[in-house]
């Protein structure tokens, strides 16, 4: 919250008054300014019928009265800001907070058939995990191949809309690893795959009995 000068008033608190200072620029105005009396038409008297004159009580024998609107005083008291020359102002800012990610899944050709979102919820290990206002592509003195690959997830980072604001920047790589299992029943041979630490089991195709009978016991065995 803050105060602000209001405009028709200048942060004086009162204005000209409109009608014995009409034609007053904002800011400048006369006091004192008298008009006509109605009554004695500005004569101080009122004549009578028998050729008499007597004192003009609304005027009290001047023939001016002050402004009926502003006593003569020439300001009126600002009604948009009530005189005190400020307007109490609130604005209020709507922050929306947004987390825009790019992510990149290079699999060696055993496990090409295992979809990306596999890999994305997988465990691995993290060979990278820099944090700068904007991230650089990383540096593996020994992998000519993932300096590649992180110059190639940089360079495809998410755009940025015109109106938002970048707080922080994120580049993470890890390294995920896949085993592939080869079962048969029934002279019908079937693979899966054992993806990251989490142990994640993705079947490229139905198992050939469609039931578990054997899986489980499979997969006891190889300690998932």
Known sequence: MYKEKYADCAGRGDIPCPTCNADKDPGFYKENQMSQCPACYGRGLIAHTDGSDTICTKCDGKGKIPCATCGSRGLLKCKTCNGSGSLLTRKIAVVKWKTL????????????????????????????????????????????????FSSDVIADRASVPPTARVICERHTISVVPVTRVTMRHHRQSFSFYIVGYSREVYLKDYYPARFCWGLCPCLEWLKV
Do not use: M, W
Not at 121 to 144: E, H, I, M, W
């Open 101 to 148: 990610s790019t992510r990149k899944v290079s699999a060696t050709s055993g496990a090409a058939s295992v979809p990306d979102e596999i890999f994305h919820r997988a465990k691995g290990v993290q060979l990278c995990n820099t944090q700068a206002y904007q991230c650089t592509p990383a540096y593996f003195a020994d992998s000519f191949f993932l300096n590649t």
